[in-house]
């Protein structure tokens, strides 16, 4: 079994691989800004802030793989790529596999097409910069780190979040880059989702690499 710290432990994302990881028996440790109302058996919960880079190395260290689940809003809305720089830098040099909740406009409708960021009328306006932020953290922040960082940068499907939860069907598709659900987007539900990731980090077949999952 692995050690694996969860960044962003307690969202929408976060917690469905909490609960997923922790099931089948790894050693888990959940970062967040609070403690869940409740928690999974067996976790180790820290309260603490993902600037702090102290606190980032005290939940790194040790870990055998990092999963980053944080969402560029509220506190994080302007640091978020720093945040992930220095994630990756410690997690580098702990020897951690890197694994990261990616988003849906960070693929590409087709093979070599532009990435679905390009384009976002799909996406009400408020939403843009975070979408083009998660995207840059993917297309430009992670090739850019050092050969040493094993990261997998993973998607979902365009139907994805607390706002379309769906149901845990136990099955699920890997694709590369280019999105599964095709321009529609397609869906995946958080169970699902980190049934798939979780997945990934046990086959560990993947390094720099950018998948996407989906139904």
Do not use: C
């Amino acid at each position: 079994m692995s050690r694996i710290t969860v960044l962003g432990g307690t969202g929408y994302a976060g917690s469905a691989i909490v609960a997923e990881a922790a099931a089948r028996g790894h050693e888990i440790t959940a970062l967040s800004r609070s403690v869940p109302p409740e928690p999974v058996d067996g976790v180790h919960y820290v309260q603490g802030d993902v600037t702090d880079e102290a606190t980032l190395a005290s939940v790194i260290e040790g870990a055998d793989v990092v999963v980053g689940a944080l969402s560029p809003r509220g506190a994080l809305a302007d640091g978020f790529r720093d945040v992930y720089r220095s994630v990756a830098r410690i997690a580098d040099a702990a020897g951690a596999r890197l694994y990261l909740v990616a988003g849906f406009s960070s693929l590409r409708p087709a093979p070599g097409a532009p990435r679905f960021v390009t384009d976002l009328s799909h996406a009400p306006a408020e939403y843009h910069n975070e979408l083009s932020t998660v995207s840059a953290l993917v297309a430009d922040d992670l090739p850019a780190t050092p050969e040493t960082l094993d990261w997998v940068a993973v998607s979902p499907a365009g139907k994805f979040g607390a706002h379309a939860p769906g149901e845990r069907r136990g099955e699920y598709r890997v694709g590369d880059d280019v999105a599964l659900g095709g321009p529609t987007g397609g869906e995946i539900s958080g169970p699902d989702y980190a049934l798939g990731l979780v997945d990934l980090i046990e086959s560990a077949d993947h390094h720099r690499a950018h998948l996407n999952l989906a139904h």
